[in-house]
Each structure stands twice: as C-alpha cells, then as structure tokens.
C-alpha cells in the first residue's frame, strides 16, 4: 500500500457471494455498483478524506457495519494491510577470537648420512 491516496466514502460490497471492502470518493459510486451485479451494497461519507486502512479503521467502528460478514471481511482487510512492524536488527556477533597457536615445526635431525 505504498500510494498516497484518500478516499471519502468507504464500505463493502458483496459480488458473487464474496464480501470486499470498497473505496470511493462519491456516494454515487453505488450505481456502478450495483450495475455490475453488487448487493449487498453499504457505504459510508467519511469525516474526512482517509487512506484505505485509516477508511477501513473508521467504517469498523460504524453501526451499519457491525454485522458479522462485514466485520469479517473489515477484519481481513485491516490484517492484511496493516504494515508490519520491522524485524529487530539482529546484534552482529564478532568473529570469536582464535586462541593463538604455537607456530608447528618440523622435527629436523641431523643425519649426516642422509643423502637428503
């Protein structure tokens, strides 16, 4: 949801059985609606213009809006757009510092009969 739009008409629809939040930014916008086989059709003038989940927030707490499959699909909605709060940055743990090591030599024995 990366857009800075507003809305200042908000509701829900239900379109081949499926609820769905609607956003609008005229009331008549239940013609379209409707002529595109909507029913079910509920929505609300804003106080203001709102984003989508600032609108959604707002239509949630409305009493035409309390019945179970609008507060479903509000729900949904909310969940869904809500933006997810940050993973804590992991501590960045330091290479463990290795012990030092005594420095290995060879076994030298000085044979003088050794042809190498």
Do not use: C, W
């Amino acid at each position: 949801m990366a857009t800075d739009k507003t809305f200042t008409v908000a509701g829900v629809s239900k379109l081949n059985g499926d609820y769905k939040v609607r956003f609008a930014n005229d009331i008549m916008r239940i013609k379209n609606l409707a002529k595109s086989g909507h029913e079910d059709i509920r929505l609300a003038d804003l106080e203001s213009a709102m984003s989508k989940l600032e609108a959604v927030k707002t239509i949630a707490t409305m009493d035409e809006f309390q019945d179970a499959a609008a507060q479903s699909v509000i729900a949904e909605y909310i969940e869904e757009n809500t933006p997810k709060a940050a993973p804590a940055p992991k501590a960045k743990v330091a290479p463990k510092a290795k012990a030092p090591t005594k420095a290995k030599t060879a076994k030298v024995t000085e044979d003088e009969d050794a042809p190498f």
